[in-house]
């Protein structure tokens, strides 16, 4: 039997799994340990702590210090490498993945930074795409208001769009979403749709109804930030229904939107906290100004909640359109929350859920999937 030995080279510290890409990054580990892979596991620490957790599932857990300058502007006459690429150099890694010849699997553009190096046999390199980064920094500038970093972050999506053509050095890549398989696939052919691995192994969602509409996210980053402003200002004072919005680092203007027009903004709460939210919500409304990748927090939904309600822009090219109720402007948005408001969620619609979500979104089928491209 072919040995399964892994190293995973991931951008951040997976644990806790609480938000969009660590989220995919720890389920991963869990489920590949699962097919028994020996999963040596290297992460980048700038903020979060060591995981003891993490030995659970993976044999080793080495930890490495993202080198993040004072000024990232600093980094462009001197360098051609996007600043998430190159805060992530550390000759230790280099030594530890050269100790012995097992597959890496590198987590995100952001972890690449040993594809362009020669010590390093391409055909053991396999990369995990989590966005199509440029086009994710591109609109992050869009909806910054901050002069400053909306200058670093169009710099920065100029950098990746010219960086990403180190994928073709890649044995393979393994993307989130077909929108995003179709885009890579020009850079490097070999690239396969693997979908998000998350929390949830079965359908978890209540029957049944609930009392309140809900909006969730991290809202530290500019896109869910920019969303729950957009519902707070246009959409959630139009209905007739408790309103609510969760995440941790709310911006002042959220704040302001929420109490103007009389939201419920909860924030700094656990993600046990966030899922009960979720799951007792009537209605889980989500938007999204970005179509890149697919968003964890609309699997969190399905998988834990009632009816929901989105934009296009949340489920174009997903497979998951038939599960939620579109609106694409203010106006049907408040529609569809007062249609919904007193309709019960039934089993039928449950097993609807479960008969969608049961394959491409299986976690033991993605790591599979993963299994067969490494060692098949």
């Keep these: 039997m072919k040995s399964k030995k892994l190293h995973i080279v991931s951008f951040d510290v997976p644990f806790p799994p609480n938000y969009g890409g660590v989220i995919d990054v720890y389920y991963k580990c869990k489920s590949l340990h699962a097919l028994g892979f020996e999963i040596n596991l290297h992460c980048y620490q700038y903020g979060r702590e060591p995981a003891e957790k993490l030995l659970s599932y993976c044999k080793t857990v080495n930890y490495y210090k993202r080198n993040k300058i004072i000024n990232p502007a600093l980094l462009y006459g001197a360098s051609a490498l996007p600043y998430i690429v190159s805060t992530r150099a550390d000759k230790r890694l280099l030594e530890n993945l050269l100790k012995d010849d097992a ?154 939107l929420c109490k103007k027009n009389n939201i419920q903004l909860v924030d700094n709460k656990s993600n046990k906290e966030i899922i009960d939210l979720i799951k007792n919500a009537q209605i889980n409304v989500l938007v999204t100004f970005q179509k890149t990748g697919i968003k964890l927090k609309l699997l969190n939904a399905l998988f834990k909640g009632r009816h929901c309600i989105v934009n296009e822009a949340m489920v174009d090219a997903t497979g998951l359109e038939t599960l939620c109720h579109i609106s694409n402007i203010a106006e049907d948005l408040a529609k569809s929350i007062e249609q919904l408001k007193n309709t019960p969620f039934t089993q039928s619609e449950i097993e609807k859920r479960q008969h969608i979500l049961g394959t491409t979104f299986d976690n033991l089928h993605n790591a599979t999937l993963i299994d067969g491209y490494i060692f098949g």
């Design 103 to 256: 597959p890496i699997l590198f987590e995100g553009l952001h972890s690449t930074y040993l594809l362009n190096e020669p010590s390093i046999d391409n055909n053991r390199c396999y990369v995990r795409t989590h966005n199509i980064e440029h086009e994710y920094y591109k609109k992050l500038a869009d909806v910054e208001r901050n002069p400053f970093k909306r200058l670093f972050f169009n710099k920065e999506s100029q950098r990746l769009a010219q960086y990403e053509q180190v994928l073709k050095k890649a044995k393979m890549v393994f993307s989130i979403s077909q929108p995003d398989k179709i885009h890579f696939e020009k850079v490097n052919p070999n690239t396969a749709l693997v979908s998000a691995f998350h929390e949830s192994a079965t359908i978890e969602s209540l029957e049944g109804v609930g009392n309140y509409a809900l909006y969730h996210g991290n809202l530290a980053v500019g896109e869910n930030n920019h969303a729950a402003c957009y519902l707070a200002e246009n959409v959630f004072p139009k209905v007739d229904f408790p309103c609510m919005i969760a995440g941790n680092n709310p911006s002042n203007k959220l704040i302001s």
